[in-house]
Every structure is written in structure tokens, then in C-alpha cells.
Nanobody, 125 residues
């Protein structure tokens, strides 16, 4: 059974850094676009960082560009999101996702085959 499990969320002060991880089981990430979405209270879920090895596809939302970095370790079947210079508006539940599509389509159109359960990230002093 295909599964994505996030870890590493928590509370961080503004300006701080945090890395969240997503481990896949039941399928191989190599053949998928993988990435991260987030959903803040009262807002729609948005795709923020997506990557695909097949064509080196990479997409970042404007809100995180220059601060967040998505990466993957195919040997560990794991994808990461490094978040730097965090702001209070980054507070949200962060979801890992995988899809057999391009990184751009996954992030901008929400074309997702598998979702993780989500991990809370709170940026507050």
C-alpha cells in the first residue's frame, strides 16, 4: 500500500529554520514528481515546492522562492523541504505529495496521486 509519512514539523521563531521530511513506502519516488503543499487556517491548500527527477523539473511558489528548498534522496525514497528565514505567515499544515505528472502541474494544478497525513509548522515568537 502506497504511503507518505511526514516528520520534522514543530514550533520555530521568526527568522529561524526547519527541515521537514517525507518518507515513501509501497512505491518508488524515482518515477514521480514529489513536493510540498501547505494549508493555513481559512485558506486553500497551495503547492509551494515540487520537483521531478525525470526532467529536472522544479517549481516554487513566489511566497517561498529564495527561502525554501525541496530536495530528494531516491536511495532513501525520501523528499525534504528545507525552510529558512521563516515568517509567521508560513504557519500551516504541510503536506507531502507525489504524482505522475510534471512538477509544475503538480504544484500549480494540484494534480496529486498520493498525499501524506500532514505535519504542523508554527512560526511564532
Amino acid at each position: 500500500q502506497a504511503q507518505l509519512v511526514e516528520s520534522g514539523g514543530g514550533l520555530v521563531q521568526p527568522g529561524g529554520s526547519l527541515r521537514v521530511s517525507c518518507a515513501a513506502s509501497g512505491f518508488t519516488l524515482d518515477y514521480y514528481a514529489v513536493g510540498w503543499f501547505r494549508q493555513a487556517p481559512g485558506k486553500e491548500r497551495e503547492g509551494i515546492s515540487c520537483i521531478r527527477s525525470k526532467d529536472n523539473g522544479l517549481h516554487y511558489a513566489d511566497s517561498v522562492k529564495g527561502r525554501f528548498t525541496v530536495s530528494r534522496d531516491n536511495a532513501k525514497n525520501t523528499v525534504y523541504l528545507q525552510m529558512n528565514n521563516l515568517k509567521p505567515e508560513d504557519t500551516a499544515v504541510y503536506y507531502c505529495a507525489a504524482a505522475q505528472t510534471t512538477a509544475h502541474s503538480m504544484c500549480t494544478r494540484g494534480w496529486v496521486d498520493y498525499w501524506g497525513q500532514g505535519t504542523q509548522v508554527t512560526v511564532s515568537s
